[in-house]
T-cell receptor, first 113, second 111 residues
Framework: GDSVTQMEGPVTLSEEAFLTINCTYT??????LFWYVQYPGEGLQLLLKATKADDKGSNKGFEATYRKETTSFHLEKGSVQVSDSAVYFC????????????FGEGTQLTVNP | DTAVSQTPKYLVTQMGNDKSIKCEQNLGHDTMYWYKQDSKKFLKIMFSYNNKELIINETVPNRFSPKSPDKAHLNLHINSLELGDSAVYFC??????????FGPGTRLTVL
């Protein structure tokens, strides 16, 4: 079945540091890939997405590129801010699994001033 | 103008009780979902409805019963609550099989 694996957290960075959160996936069809963010006490918000190989999703300074050859969708940001502190989820939606989203375990990011 | 709303936000109850969580979306989406997030933040789908019809029903105890009175609402009823049901429950909606929009969550605590 489909699965998503994220790098283990928590991740703690200083403000303006470079961020990478690794995500790899296993899927039987042609998945769309997503990064969701969950701020403390809130629901999930879509951060960015990519629907086919080599697409790059970007939003709020975050980027991720759909790499079919390595089955990866790593999240990056060049300079993190304290306000980026949240839990980040990688997810996929596969054409063969209907409308479900399969999530990774989530990575807690804390950015210190 | 909330897109996906859930009530209540917090729910504290005793073991053995029956409770319901309500979800409404005003986005005009055809598909709605319930997810459970455990204490380690892991998210797992429970149910999905498309135009009031059940399309995903994961391995969930039959104490959990979703009800969709119309396309904009998907409620979750839980019978005979157990300690292990304590979690955050998220409702979501989607216009397609891709992107989903999530509600703010309902934190259920079973004592």
């Amino acid at each position: 079945g489909d699965s998503v694996t994220q790098m283990e957290g928590p991740v703690t960075l200083s403000e303006e540091a470079f961020l990478t959160i690794n995500c790899t996936y296993t899927a039987t069809g042609y998945p769309s890939l997503f990064w969701y963010v969950q701020y403390p006490g809130e629901g999930l918000q879509l951060l960015l997405k990519a629907t086919k190989a080599d697409d790059k999703g970007s939003n709020k300074g975050f980027e991720a590129t759909y790499r079919k050859e390595t089955t990866s969708f790593h999240l990056e940001k060049g300079s993190v801010q304290v306000s980026d502190s949240a839990v980040y989820f990688c997810a996929l939606s596969d054409t063969t699994s209907g409308s479900r989203l399969t999530f990774g375990e989530g990575t807690q990011l804390t950015v210190n001033p | 103008d909330t897109a996906v709303s859930q009530t209540p936000k917090y729910l504290v109850t005793q073991m053995g009780n029956d409770k319901s969580i309500k979800c409404e979306q005003n986005l005009g989406h055809d598909t709605m979902y319930w997810y459970k997030q455990d204490s380690k933040k892991f998210l797992k789908i429970m149910f999905s409805y498309n135009n009031k019809e059940l399309i995903i029903n994961e391995t969930v105890p039959n104490r959990f019963s979703p009800k969709s009175p119309d396309k904009a609402h998907l409620n979750l009823h839980i019978n005979s609550l157990e300690l292990g049901d304590s979690a955050v429950y998220f409702c979501a909606s989607s216009p397609s099989i891709r992107e989903q929009f999530f509600g703010p969550g309902t934190r259920l605590t079973v004592l």
